[in-house]
T-cell receptor, first 114, second 114 residues
Framework: GAGVSQSPSNKVTEKGKDVELRCDPI?????LYWYRQSLGQGLEFLIY????????KSGLPSDRFSAERTGGSVSTLTIQRTQQEDSAVYLC????????????FGSGTQLSVL | AQKITQTQPGMFVQEKEAVTLDCTYD???????LFWYKQPSSGEMIFLIY??????QNATEGRYSLNFQKARKSANLVISASQLGDSAMYFC???????????FGAGTRLAVHP
């Protein structure tokens, strides 16, 4: 596709359930990011993949959060045993490698944990 | 560690006037990039402007310019001739080195009044 695609666009789940969020980056982009944005707040960095390097997981808030990127393309963010404080918009972005390369963002997944 | 600070949670400006949104940063990298993004109420992230640490000229993109003061570690965004459509959240972001992650400031909410 022409842009970064995220699915689902909305996810409602019950506390304690696991959820998987998917991101399809722009073809050829080597960098992929996941951010979390609570209502009216800034973008909280979660995890960063760059090519074949080990991902930078320094932003993951707890061991309930994990992400993988298969074949250098599609990425899945998994949240286990969801809590109400996990409710937020989860944004994925991709870019070419390089200092001046801007990020292209997906439309996000709105996660609501009841 | 890298850090981005936006000290203005909210700003307002009269239509057709200029406004400056503040951004300071901290990094130990010699080479880094600075970005500004706009997020309207629709939630999409729109890239506005980029400044490299070695760029001698301040970046400009249409009505947007970046007032880059390297010694002060500031990268303020100047919007000239404000329009009602400029009302949005504005985020400053930084990427250090060639393959480091992009981190965002907390954002400034700009309201343009007619």
């Amino acid at each position: 596709g022409a842009g970064v695609s995220q699915s689902p666009s909305n996810k409602v789940t019950e506390k304690g359930k696991d959820v998987e969020l998917r991101c399809d980056p722009i073809s050829g982009h080597t960098a992929l990011y996941w951010y979390r944005q609570s209502l009216g707040q800034g973008l909280e960095f979660l995890i960063y993949f760059q090519g074949n390097s080990a991902p930078d997981k320094s932003g993951l808030p707890s061991d309930r959060f994990s992400a993988e990127r298969t074949g250098g393309s599609v990425s899945t963010l998994t949240i286990q045993r969801t809590q109400q404080e996990d409710s937020a918009v989860y944004l994925c972005a991709s870019s070419d490698a390089g200092l001046n390369e801007k990020l292209f963002f997906g439309s996000g997944t709105q996660l609501s944990v009841l | 560690a890298q850090k981005i600070t936006q000290t203005q949670p909210g700003m307002f400006v009269q239509e057709k006037e200029a406004v400056t949104l503040d951004c300071t940063y901290d990094t130990s990298d010699q080479s880094y990039g600075l970005f500004w993004y706009k997020q309207p109420s629709s939630g999409e992230m729109i890239f506005l402007i980029y400044q490299g640490s070695y760029d001698e000229q301040n970046a400009t993109e249409g009505r947007y310019s970046l007032n880059f003061q390297k010694a002060r570690k500031s990268a303020n965004l100047v919007i000239s001739a404000s329009q009602l459509g400029d009302s949005a959240m504005y985020f400053c972001a930084m990427k250090g080195g060639g393959y480091n992650k992009l981190i965002f400031g907390a954002g400034t909410r700009l309201a343009v009044h007619p």
